[in-house]
């Protein structure tokens, strides 16, 4: 089988079927401010890829799922960017006695690089952040969120800002500094500060990862779910 090429072809609004350009750092529909799709060539996936070459991968991570997602490479390799995903998946005999649910499976993410499933979304997002050259990545977050975008930054050699609210856990806020995030406590709530977020992203050209607004961050949450096996 050849090698699968990127099938990322750009972003389509799911109002107005508004398409736009897989190079530009976009988030909304510029008409209505819709919600964007990642487009995909489904034809030539179709052609090109088959589960067992994805089965066949020797990636243990995320990024077996390369052809799949709208990412060019596996980028800063050897660090723990290349190390989200691919967490086990457990089915406790007791705990299915208990419940009484015989088809019940556990999927343990706090083994991803920062202890949560949001590394999957913040490591796409860096990604992205990197094939558009853009150098400073952003987000709102009470917590995991910006724990992970800080952690995949920092792997990747990017700065990160987090907007966070000023009674957000400090546990939470210790994790961001470890990785050396810019942190900026705001006196208002999580929306709050998830509008400056995004105002901060607007004005000084900061590539902003907040979930419901950047296409990607759902795109990185979509291999996940599967009895199949790990992903
Ligand atoms: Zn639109």
Redesign the pocket.
Known sequence: MKEVEIKFHGYK??????EYQPNEAIY???????N?DIIYDYDSLQRDLSPESIFRSKENSLWRYLPLLPVKEIHAPGTPMQAVGWTPVFSPPELRRQLGVEDLWIKDESRNPTASFKDRASAVVVAQALETGVEIVVTASTGNAGAALAGMAAAAGQKAVIFAPRNAPPAKIAQLLIYEAQVLLVDGNYDQAFDLSIAASNEFGWYCRNTGYNPFSLEGKKPRHTRFGRM
């Open positions: 609004c799911s109002l107005c079927d508004a909304t529909c510029r008409h209505d401010g819709g964007l």
